[in-house]
């Protein structure tokens, strides 16, 4: 397989870390989002909407969208699972996975940035928002996370939850957020200790700047 990814991207990240945890072997290819590489005609034949994560499976279909590649992985390679078996735990921790993919991390992405300061908001301005999304997102994943029990976000493995927790957390350093949510943290550290998180962190990767 080939994942198409940037270091930065939180999105490549929760893919790298699914991988991982799958113990899949993957070529990595990388689209500089500051430059726009994935913008190019070369991509955009991969994935026509220019983002990343594309991961190309081995008989040449493409998959799209970091949430969408996950849960494939996770039905084709069914062990370690990253959804509870009980349809009710699933909803709850797809519904704390998409809390992250489509509420808090849109408004950092650095397309949606961009579009912004050409529309005159400043770059404290688009940063100022992107913390209040951050924040109170958090507020309410702090809620959602407090009576699970087991180190990770919901029991004693990790899931899509942590998954997705993991990368926006470090979105919020990267934006000044101040970490104010002492089981998110918790969760964190628990995940940090595994090396399906820590070596897929974006530090460790080879096209980090």
Not at 60 to 75: M, P
Not at 96 to 105: E, G, P, T
Request: with cysteine; hydrophobic share 40%.
């Amino acid at each position: 397989m080939i994942l198409h990814g940037y270091f930065r991207s939180s999105a490549a990240w929760r893919v790298r870390i699914a991988l991982h945890l799958k113990g899949l072997p993957v070529e990595t290819r990388f689209q500089h989002l500051g430059k726009g590489e994935q913008l190019s005609p070369a991509y955009k034949a991969v994935n026509p909407q220019g983002l990343i994560p594309s991961l190309v499976l081995d008989d040449g279909a493409v998959l799209t969208q970091s949430l969408a590649i996950c849960e494939y992985l996770d039905e084709a390679h069914p062990e370690p699972p990253l959804l509870p078996g009980a349809p009710l735990d699933r909803a709850r921790v797809r519904a704390f996975a998409q809390v992250i993919a489509c509420d808090i991390h849109p408004v950092q992405n650095l397309r949606v940035l961009k579009a912004l300061q050409a529309r005159g908001q400043t770059q404290d301005d688009t940063r100022g928002w992107a913390r209040e999304v951050i924040s109170g997102g958090f507020d309410a994943l702090e809620t959602l996370a407090a009576d699970r029990p087991g180190p990770f976000a919901f029991g004693d493995t990790p899931t899509l939850a942590d998954i997705c927790l993991v990368p926006q957390m470090a979105n919020a350093r990267r934006f000044g957020v101040e970490l104010r949510w002492p089981r998110l943290s918790a969760i964190e550290t628990a995940c940090l200790a595994l090396p399906a998180f820590s070596e897929t962190h974006p530090d460790r990767q080879p096209d980090a700047e």
